[in-house]
């Protein structure tokens, strides 16, 4: 039977003890739950009891979380998800490296920042290089970040527009005819980039630099034929590109822009004959100067807790089915080898 032993916490400020608590102490509850261990509040000091590895384990997610609540980040379920993760794979002591710098603020002057260390490099990658590849499933925050970014160039006066595109693909339905003009039949494929302007910027901003020409939501079979100087210019979906038309988004680049790639190879939307042109970026575009690609995962999911575990059982079960093929391969092989005979 392992060892129960006793930790002490201290906690500089009180406010953050209360933030770490979180709504009737669902952060505590969550951290008992996850690491086998009980939390109790003594003044400005936090009592862990557990056995020796599971109290460490504690220790460190709560210091972890407390240096954030310092830093005036909200504590949240994600927050102490991401932390019992980290804390886990022995990889807590990179909290303290996460960047305090603010990427925009919304509208409503709200700060968005970096939630995790992936996301972080993200930003850090967007920063350095003229274009960057933000390749991770859904809720990791690609595009929502990356129209972060490009606001912020846009009011720092780096850029003159801002142009956010995609591919219109249809999610594995057919949506058949779209009344309208033009706008109206392509804005239920570009409703994800309006809603993260809308976020930034609010409705009237964001109206009045559209009509200026500042900011461009448009399909991507309008880049053609185009350069696009002194522009930030975010492709979103980018999985549902093919080979020629990445080449083509690629090749709109001018001076003084910069290019943002986000999708999620998982949630290909082409035909089974189609390549992806994310995929086939990925691969050609590996190691080229000034051209990042970051790699998001499951950890880095800033959604509900269930979409993190719906996108870790859909990796388990494709890896499952990668296995079986080579043995049903075999099997194939064999039982015509002994048809021939």
């Known amino acids: ?38 939390i109790v509040n003594r003044g400005a000091e936090l009592k862990v009891t557990g056995d020796e590895e599971s109290a460490d384990k504690a220790v460190r997610t709560l210091e972890g979380l407390l240096k954030l609540a310092a830093k005036g980040d909200p504590i949240d379920e994600q927050r102490v998800r991401y932390l019992i993760t980290l804390v886990n794979e022995g990889r807590d002591g990179e909290v303290g490296k996460m960047a305090d710098d603010v990427v925009c603020i919304t509208a409503k002057g709200k700060p968005i920042k970096a939630k995790t260390v992936g996301q972080q490099k993200y930003m850090q990658a967007i920063q350095k290089n003229t274009i960057t590849l933000g390749v991770g ?38 949506l058949g005819f779209l009344p309208g003009d033009l706008q109206n039949k392509v804005d239920p494929y570009l409703r994800p980039l309006y809603d993260a302007l809308y976020d930034m910027l609010g409705p009237e901003n964001f109206q009045k630099y559209q009509e200026r020409g500042a900011i461009e939501v448009a399909p991507l079979a309008y880049m053609r034929g185009r350069t696009l100087d002194d522009s930030f210019i975010i492709l979103d979906e980018a999985q549902n590109t093919t080979k020629e038309q990445m080449k083509m988004f690629l090749t709109r680049l001018g001076f003084g822009s910069k290019i943002v790639i986000t999708g999620d190879v998982t949630q290909i939307d082409l035909p089974d004959d189609k390549v992806s042109g994310l995929k086939d970026a990925i691969r050609v575009l590996e190691g080229v100067k000034d051209i990042a690609i970051c790699k998001l995962t499951s950890a880095d999911v800033v959604r509900h807790a269930l979409v993190q575990e719906i996108i870790n059982a859909y990796e388990k079960a494709a890896h499952k089915q990668e296995i079986k093929k080579p043995a049903q391969n075999f099997k194939g092989s064999y039982q015509r080898k002994k048809y021939e005979k």
């Open 1 to 38: 039977m392992a060892k129960v032993i006793e930790r002490t916490v201290n906690a500089e400020f009180i406010d953050d003890l209360s933030c770490l608590f979180g709504s009737f102490d669902e952060n505590i509850r969550r951290i008992e739950d996850s690491l086998c261990v009980s």
């Open 137 to 174: 499933p859904a809720g990791t925050g690609k595009t929502y970040l990356a129209v972060a970014a490009a606001v912020a160039a846009f009011r720092e006066r780096t850029v003159n527009r801002i142009i956010l595109t995609r591919p219109a693909v249809e999610a594995g339905e057919r």
